[in-house]
């Protein structure tokens, strides 16, 4: 069965993530965190077509590996900032492949992207692709029975998705990024107009967490 995310086109998935306000929060979120960790490299999971690309321009990462599935969006973002963003890796492939990897980072981001892949392997090849003082940013979308998973839009290709998706709670997110080897430094829950609500979370090699919450 292919994945879904090969059927959706980058220009009908960037107009559904405006749509529902979620392109302007991931945006704020990644220009946040390289403000605050400011990273010499960075890896970016479910880079697609590179929303929030822009605050890599001038900042202090040498090295920013982008990785998605779908290598029409990586073409995209090459085109968009191949020559505005430095030491700028494309990686075409899929988190739950074994075989995907790339050299350590200083900072792993992934958001909205762990709850289309077996997160528990997931976060353990992210614990692999770090330094070992590096940090994990992750967003998640949390289970609302109340609100459908993909938040209608007038891109109807972006439905197809919802078939695909595995909502973690907070909760059991910091167990299986426990048992990783990872531990929580900060997080707070995000929720845009429409009642859908996010997870935004810090994440540490355990040795070098110091738990606290931000709600």
Known sequence: MANPWLEVPLADYEGHMEYAGQARML??????????????????????????????????????????????????????????????????????????????????????????????????????????QGALRVVLQLPDDASPRVTASPFKNLEKLGGAMKLHDAEGFRRLAAKAGFAEVSHEVLTLPGGKRFYSAHHAIRAFGRPRQKV
């Not at 946040?32 to 490299?41: G, H």
């Not at 077509?49 to 900042?59: P, Q, T």
């Not at 030491?87 to 739950?96: N, P, V």
Request: proline letters at 3%; aromatic letters at 8%; glycine letters at 14%.
């Open 27 to 132: 945006g704020r979120i990644f220009g946040e965190t390289l403000r605050t960790l400011r990273p010499q490299s960075v890896a970016v999971l479910g880079a697609a077509g590179g929303n929030g690309f822009e605050h890599l321009i001038g900042g202090t990462a040498v090295r920013i590996v982008a990785l998605d599935l779908n290598d029409g969006y990586l073409r995209e973002l090459r085109r968009r900032f191949g020559d505005r963003v430095r030491g700028l890796e494309i990686l075409c492939g899929d988190l739950d492949d074994a075989a995907v990897g790339f050299a350590p980072v200083d900072l792993v981001y992934a958001a909205l992207v762990l709850e289309y892949v077996d997160a528990e392997q997931a976060l353990a090849r992210i614990h692999g692709w770090l330094q070992p």
